[in-house]
Structures are given as C-alpha cells and as structure tokens.
C-alpha cells in the first residue's frame, strides 16, 4: 500500500470518528452504522491504536486443544496474535453484534479453520460447553452492560480457566488496591470525553471490577500513542484472571 492510499484510509476511518457514534434503533445497529463505512480499514488502523494485545495473548496459559471465546471480536484480528500456538488451540469463537466486522472475521475464517464469526449479545451468549479461555480486546468499554458481560464471561469459562482482558482505562481518584496507578484530574476528564463520542466508555470502576471477580490476577498499567496525536499518551490496562477450581470462590 502506498503512502498516499494509506493517508487517504486512514481519512475515511477519522472522518467516522469524528462523526461519532450514530443514534439506532439498537445497539446492534449503531455498530453497524459506525463501523461499516470503516471495516475495510479497521484492523490497520487499529495496530497502531489497541495497545497490549500482543502482550495479552502471549501472556494466556492455554491447555492443549483448548476452547477460546472472543467477546466483542470484531474482525477476529487477535487470533493471530496466537502465532504458532493457534494451530494448538481446537476452537476459536468471535462473538460480537455488529455485522459488518464480522464478515471481516468470516473471511478471516478461510485461512484459519478454528475461527468461528457468531453474532451474538457479549452479555448473554454462552457455548454449548465450559471453556478454557475468555478474551475481552477493547470491547468491555463498548458494551452497555459490562457488569453483564463480565458475569457471562465468569460463567463460560471452566474452573481453573482463564479471563483475558485488554482496554482503556481510566483509574479511581484514590484507587483501592496497594500499587495501582492513580491518574490525574484532567486525565480521568479528558479521555472519557474524548472517546464517548464515539461510544467507547472510559470508567473507572472496570479494573477494580474484574480485580474483585477473580482474586488471583495479573495486571499491567501503562500508556499508549494515539494516531495523529502526537503528544497524547492514552492509559490502558492488561489483566489476566484465574477461576478458582472451587467455583464457590468467585467473586458475585
């Protein structure tokens, strides 16, 4: 692709951000709407925005043959994150509401057999089958009812499985846990207007959350550019949790 294709992409995904989140009937049509006119564009757009997913996906202990649910997978782009493990793992399901992206997912699916596009609500779709891994990639903070979403995924995943989860973020303004990052002022008001415009929800109450479902956890705070803001660093979050073998110690 040459230099000037990609700054005329890069264009038709901005001008949509700009745009915003449109008004829908349903959430299911508001993706659409948003992401339709840019998902021919969006995984390489996103490279350079969705910090952590690489780091996320290698840090997830996966058993042989394992079963991996995607919550709001989009275009099914993070199963290639898997590399070499994916030939490891049986089944991979993307579950996301909005068509457009996948049917990028279904395409996706030709080269990799174990990818599955399902359309499906992210806070009531469950497997057949417990599973061994659940992955959440900056899709918490574009569903409603993350509490939901959250429940759902503790739901599906076996004891001793695994919940992965990638995002932005902003911290409390006194942040419970010994050692968290604590944001400024003007950065917990800044990116939660900034990205609520186009529908992503920035809160503050998403880390602690999971922190609290699953008391054995691994958390990684940090910082991220943002495309074609050159001075901005955007706080993100990557947290692995671990279900408890006696499902009476999780966390309601």
């Not at 000037?4 to 890069?10: C, G, M, T």
């Not at 599906?156 to 846990?177: C, I, N």
């Not at 991220?224 to 999780?250: C, E, H, I, Q, T």
Request: hydrophobic share 45%; net charge positive.
């Amino acid at each position: 692709m040459s230099r000037l294709e990609s700054i005329r992409n890069d264009a038709a995904v901005l001008a949509r951000l700009v745009r915003g989140m449109p008004q829908a009937a349903s959430h299911a049509d508001a993706l659409g709407a948003f992401y339709g006119p840019q998902s021919a564009h969006y995984d390489r757009f996103r490279e350079r925005l969705l910090a952590g997913r690489a780091e996320l996906v290698a840090s997830l202990p996966l058993p042989p043959r394992a079963v991996v649910v995607e919550l709001g997978g989009g275009t099914g782009r993070n199963a290639e994150f898997f590399g070499e493990r994916l030939a490891g793992i049986q089944r991979f399901d993307v579950v996301d509401l909005c068509r457009p992206l996948l049917e990028r997912a279904r395409e996706r699916a030709r080269r990799i057999p174990q990818l599955q596009a399902i359309e499906a609500d992210a806070t009531t779709y469950r497997p057949s089958d417990p599973v061994d891994c659940v992955l959440l990639s900056y899709a918490l903070t574009m569903i409603p009812d993350w509490r939901a979403t959250i429940a759902n995924a503790l739901a599906m995943l076996k004891p001793g499985g695994v919940l992965g989860v990638v995002d932005f973020y902003v911290s409390e303004a006194r942040p419970a846990h010994v050692g968290a990052v604590r944001h400024s002022a003007v950065t917990r008001a800044f990116w939660p207007r900034w990205f609520g415009h186009d529908g992503v929800r920035l809160d503050a109450r998403h880390l602690p959350a999971l922190c609290g479902a699953l008391s054995r956890h691994e958390v990684v705070e940090a910082r991220a550019p943002v495309p074609y803001l050159p001075l901005a660093r955007v706080p993100y979050y990557r947290f692995v949790g671990f279900k408890p073998r006696d499902p009476s110690r999780v966390a309601g």
